[in-house]
T-cell receptor
Framework: KAGVTQTPRYLIKTRGQQVTLSCSPI?????VSWYQQTPGQGLQFLFE???????NKGNFPGRFSGRQFSNSRSEMNVSTLELGDSALYLC????????????????FGAGTRLSVL | DQQVKQNSPSLSVQEGRISILNCDYT??????FLWYKKYPAEGPTFLIS?????DKNEDGRFTVFLNKSAKHLSLHIVPSQPGDSAVYFC??????????FGAGTILRVKS
């Protein structure tokens, strides 16, 4: 079974630009979550999508947005990029958004490393 | 405000010995705790988890202990192997699929 696929792997942008990152979940998984990892910080939760609806949202500004398509693939968009947005962006998928530890195991992609110059 | 803290940025252990990674949390509403391992240039991979209603869970060389009264979680790896060298993240489930992660501990197992 193919894992979580994130594209592109690396991205370089300049301040003020916008960027779109893509995530293809494991086949059959309906929940996709996005996290930001910066040096010295753990993973910070951005948002979760389930069945094309945003279920949860972290404490990030409105410049960070996302969406999910009917095939469960998800995109994350960051507008008006700032230097502080340089980070590793990780996508994770899980079978469902329900309860129970088996269903709550999130499987991560390798991430997209975004550098903002 | 960090709800999940891993106070040791790094840990070095001899091959064959026990590795103990620690994690503290503040939110008593967390109902599941997980450990992930991360190698460079790869995404985190799930290791082991524990429900808040249990105090111990074992899976092969990995055991997770939960002390709810102290709000403390630990991961024991016995015996440690060089391939275990990685960054270990402690995570807690807040609600839905939202996980709150610690900053990570770099484990180095020396052969």
């Amino acid at each position: 079974k193919a894992g979580v696929t994130q594209t592109p792997r690396y991205l370089i942008k300049t301040r003020g630009q916008q960027v779109t990152l893509s995530c293809s979940p494991i086949s059959g998984h309906r929940s996709v979550s996005w996290y930001q990892q910066t040096p010295g910080q753990g993973l910070q939760f951005l948002f979760e999508y389930f069945s094309e609806t945003q279920r949860n949202k972290g404490n990030f500004p409105g410049r960070f947005s996302g969406r999910q398509f009917s095939n469960s693939r998800s995109e994350m968009n960051v507008s008006t990029l700032e230097l502080g947005d340089s980070a590793l962006y990780l996508c994770a998928s899980s079978p469902t958004s329900g309860t129970g530890v088996a269903k709550n195991i999130q499987y991560f992609g390798a991430g997209t490393r975004l550098s903002v110059l | 405000d960090q709800q999940v803290k891993q106070n040791s940025p790094s840990l070095s252990v001899q091959e064959g010995r026990i590795s103990i990674l620690n994690c503290d949390y503040t939110n008593s509403m967390f109902d599941y705790f997980l450990w992930y391992k991360k190698y460079p240039a790869e995404g985190p991979t799930f290791l082991i988890s524990i429900s808040s209603i249990k105090d111990k869970n074992e899976d092969g060389r990995f055991t997770v202990f939960l002390n709810k009264s102290a709000k403390h979680l630990s991961l024991h790896i016995v015996p440690s192997q060089p391939g275990d060298s990685a960054v270990y993240f402690c995570a807690a489930r807040e609600y839905g699929n939202k996980l709150v992660f610690g900053a990570g501990t770099i484990l180095r197992v020396k052969s």
